[in-house]
């Protein structure tokens, strides 16, 4: 798997995470490194200092997942648009089955 942050459209400092895997699993590892670089982001581009809610937004939308909240719910709360593509989730455990939300 490979992890690669390039330059965002938002400013300077802003941050976008390219992954790239060849059906590598994504180990919690990498996720929290994911993390860190969307947290040092926002608060780039949103900076609590200036009255942005900043990474604190980013943490809450987290939270609200971990909470058992929907994504929908979520993605509304925090005026994020859902990927024009959906969302899909292979599950390969003998006889497997993919899934399209």
Same mark, same amino acid.
């Given at each position: 798997?490979?992890?690669?942050?390039?330059?965002?459209?938002?400013?300077?400092?802003?941050k976008v995470v390219l992954i790239t895997?060849?059906?590598?699993?994504?180990?919690?590892?990498?996720?929290?490194?994911?993390? %860190?670089?969307?947290?040092?982001?926002?608060?780039?581009?949103?900076? %609590?200092?200036?009255?942005?809610?900043?990474?604190a937004m980013l943490f809450k939308a987290?939270?609200?997942?971990?909470?058992? %909240?929907?994504?929908?719910?979520?993605?509304?709360?925090?005026?994020?648009?859902?990927?024009r593509d959906g969302y899909t989730l292979?599950?390969?455990?003998?006889?497997?089955?993919?899934?399209?939300?």
């Amino acid at each position: 798997m490979r992890l690669e942050v390039v330059q965002g459209k938002k400013g300077p400092k802003d941050k976008v995470v390219l992954i790239t895997a060849n059906r590598e699993p994504l180990k919690i590892e990498h996720l929290l490194w994911i993390l %860190q670089q969307w947290f040092e982001s926002e608060e780039a581009c949103y900076p %609590q200092s200036q009255g942005y809610e900043g990474k604190a937004m980013l943490f809450k939308a987290i939270f609200d997942i971990y909470n058992g %909240q929907k994504l929908e719910t979520v993605l509304k709360r925090y005026f994020l648009k859902p990927s024009r593509d959906g969302y899909t989730l292979n599950v390969n455990s003998k006889g497997g089955e993919n899934s399209h939300v």
